[in-house]
């Protein structure tokens, strides 16, 4: 029997802003394993064993990202859009009805897209040990074998041996004190809770309709009215948005009779704040990590990622600096933890390094916002070999192009034509145009636009090979 990963990549974590942003989170994003993202080594993780094809679930704003990455992989995966977050146990329930659609009954394993692991070998192996339980019908949660006493995380209760490496779940305990988290680690029989599971699709479908058969009507309604959109599964808006929400953890996992836990020491982190990253990375002699162009004298025990410049730290200590081209932040490592903080007062001011990077991806490629000022913004523009930008036009702005490297193929009004390097053409306000890369390389420009409003939104769609008309 093969088993069909389920990778739940939704969510735009803000605990690592600068680099996370709401619209490029963590799971797209390269972080202690570069240059594979989150998401792709994830799946990279999967080869080895015996696994049909993946589906990945994600949010409706990252489904070109996750194409894309997807792509690069050279990985064959379903994409299952959610149009609204309602937490776990309706994106598994919906994963395991597509599973279940072109299968007899599939083992699921099911994966967060932004969880770090650094030994695959331990890995595979604790799905191994997880298969045949999974087979009989038990479902698999799997508790990471823990090295501190960590408030963090929720705890696992190990109870009596099953198989050849299970343990009857004694109980979910919730994140615990100190003094808690301690009498946890010094008994040897918790386990903290990594959010991995696996079970045969009809096993959670039969355990959810029996403690939860809101959820799953509403998922069995969301489903019937999908639809397919290029690489997309989309499913009936209206039906999910009437789904109830709550995790796996609460709506199966901690009411069922079939849960087991098969210990992971795999050197697991969910990666979820700097300081954590920091904890996880190889560190030089002082302490230190440092990632990009960073010069760093008399410092120690500090974590600095230089994104797009230069970045010199003198004289400091237990400090996470994270640099990108848009933004800074500088944090003692014992308060990023509260970085949410900051990125309220950033969307209580409507500003839009909260959102995304001044690097912007399209399902055609790419942008980068270069400079902006009264009444212009300037852009490099790189679209992939094949890729054609919407037939569109605009209200309020003009766009002169420049070719720098490849060849243009222009449609201006009624005219279509080839600009290739070092050669440019100009698109009047109101003039419907589309740009498209004919040849077998990228194609680079520069784009000056011009006028009253420069806005995303100023964009009227005629036709797109996207489906975004």
């Not at 993780?45 to 992989?73: K, M």
């Not at 659609?101 to 604790?126: E, R």
Request: with cysteine; proline share 4%; hydrophobic share 40%.
């Amino acid at each position: 029997m093969k088993i069909t990963p389920i990778i739940i990549a939704g969510g735009s974590g803000t605990r690592l802003w600068p680099l996370s942003r709401q619209l490029r989170p963590k799971q797209f994003l390269s972080l202690g394993q570069e240059p594979s993202s989150m998401l792709q080594a994830t799946i990279a993780r999967l080869q080895g064993i015996r696994t049909g094809q993946p589906w990945v679930i994600c949010n409706e704003a990252h489904r070109f990202i996750a194409a894309e990455q997807l792509r690069q992989l050279g990985v064959q995966a379903g994409i299952l859009l959610e149009p609204v977050g309602r937490n776990t146990a309706p994106a598994i329930a919906l994963a395991a009805l597509q599973a279940l659609a072109g299968d007899d009954d599939p083992v699921l394993l099911v994966l967060a897209a932004d969880h770090l692991i650094q030994d695959t070998a331990a890995f595979q192996q604790s799905v191994q040990v997880a298969l045949p339980l999974a087979q009989a019908g038990k479902l698999i949660t799997f508790g990471i074998v823990p090295t501190a006493p960590e408030t963090g995380y929720g705890y696992i209760q190990q109870g009596a041996a099953v198989g050849q490496g299970g343990y009857v779940v004694q109980g979910f305990v919730e994140k615990p004190d100190t003094s808690t988290a301690q009498a946890y680690i010094a008994s040897g029989s918790y386990l903290w809770n990594s959010g991995m599971f696996m079970f045969r699709a009809s096993r959670y479908l039969e355990e959810l309709e029996r403690f939860r058969p809101d959820i799953l009507l509403a998922c069995r309604r969301a489903l019937q009215g999908r639809t397919q959109d290029v690489d997309f599964t989309r499913i009936d808006a209206d039906a999910f948005a009437a789904c109830p929400e709550d995790s796996i953890d609460y709506a199966v996992m901690e009411k069922t009779d079939a849960a087991v836990v098969v210990p992971l020491d795999a050197g697991w982190s969910d990666v979820g704040s700097w300081s954590a990253l920091w904890q996880v990375t190889q560190k030089d002699t002082a302490g230190n990590v440092f990632k990009g162009d960073v010069v760093g004298q008399c410092t120690c025990n500090t974590y600095v990622h230089a994104n797009s410049r230069l970045v010199a730290t003198l004289g400091v200590e237990d400090l996470v600096v994270v640099e990108t081209a848009d933004a800074v932040l500088v944090a003692h490592k014992d308060k990023v933890q509260d970085i949410k903080l900051v990125v309220d007062a950033l969307k209580t001011q409507g500003r839009p390094e909260v959102l995304n990077h001044r690097e912007v991806q399209r399902p055609w490629g790419l942008y980068d916002a270069i400079d902006t000022g009264h009444r212009y913004q300037v852009k490099r523009i790189t679209v992939n070999p094949g890729a054609k930008l919407s037939v569109q036009m605009h209200h309020h702005r003009a766009e002169h192009w420049v070719v720098v490297s490849g060849t243009a193929k222009v449609t201006n009004g009624d005219k279509t034509y080839l600009v290739t390097e070092n050669q440019s053409t100009y698109i009047p306000i109101g003039q419907v145009h589309a740009l498209e890369n004919p040849g077998v390389i990228p194609l680079e420009l520069i784009e000056v636009q011009s006028g009253s409003y420069l806005g995303e939104d100023d964009i009227v769609r005629f036709e797109d090979k996207y489906g975004r008309a």
